[in-house]
């Protein structure tokens, strides 16, 4: 008899890799963002995957979704559009560990934003956790406010922060979404929507980028598709509480491939800032693993 595996550690693995592939998907970004501004780097991707993500969808033969579940669908889209504008705007003028090391206060906002939403209850160990978080975020710009900073870094840390309270509603979203929708369908419509608000501002903003930049298009297009996938396969399966510990595993590949992609330094200030914003993350994930029962919740 062959043992079975334990559901919770396949989301996690699952998740992990999803990490791992986003992180990726970031580094293409920056690339594209460098050579032809966010805001093409991003239509010109949504263009290729939403190609991509429909195949996949109209492959499964899908029951077009409730109304309710079209809203939640289209509202996560606009969401996301306007936060992925936001971090790969602000990854142009930061290295992509300080980036992603900035935007692990998500977490600890998402805490303050469940209280509003779900009306749940903000305990002492939460409070502790988001000052923790705060600390580390400030050791991080403060490093980069001193020695060598400038004002397009300052609108790269501002940008990267709008983007981490976005990123932190998503949060949520993507539970919600997880448990009404399969993941062919929520990668679908969500690009779906992104490409309409891009698209809207085409005539204006749109330009045709070179040959040349055609790879790195699809290989973004490729990484962020199967990150989204691979998210939406372990949401549905483990709570929330069980998947916030795999976020951070973004800095590691965040460091790693910042250093051989674009020889990016780690510097300490990034490493102590985000080893703060880490542990009062996992005091805030420790301390909603013993409330299990409410993040297993469909209202989540």
Known sequence: MQPQL????????????????????????????LQVGAYNAM?????????????????????????????????????????????????KYLPVAE?????????????YLSAVILHEQINRRALVASGIGLIGAGVV??????????FQMGQGILAILCSAVLY????ILQRQQALVAAPTEIGFFQNLTVILFFGA?????????????????????????????????????APASTLLPVEYTAFAW???????FFSEAITHTTLMGTALIVAGCLVAAWQTEETADAAKNPAL
């Open 254 to 260: 965040a460091a790693l491939l910042g250093w051989f």
């Open 6 to 33: 334990d559901p919770l550690s396949v989301a996690f693995v699952v998740a992990a890799l999803g990490i791992a592939t986003y992180s990726g998907m970031d580094v293409a970004m920056k690339g594209l963002a």
């Open 141 to 150: 710009i403060g490093g980069r406010l001193s020695g060598d900073y400038n």
């Open 43 to 91: 239509l010109w991707r949504s263009l290729i995957t939403i190609v991509l993500a429909g195949s996949l969808y109209c492959w499964r033969k899908p029951v077009w979704p409730l109304r309710s579940v079209l809203r939640l669908h289209v509202w996560r889209g606009f969401i996301v559009s306007i936060m992925a504008f936001l971090f790969f705007w602000g990854l």
């Open 99 to 111: 980036a992603v090391g900035l935007s692990f206060v998500a977490p600890l906002i998402a805490l």
């Open 201 to 237: 501002l085409a005539p204006v903003l749109a330009v045709v980028p070179p040959l040349a930049i055609a790879p790195q298009l699809f290989t973004a297009s490729i990484l962020g598709l199967f990150s989204m996938l691979m998210m939406s396969w372990a949401y549905a399966r």
């Open 168 to 171: 932190a509603y998503n949060l």
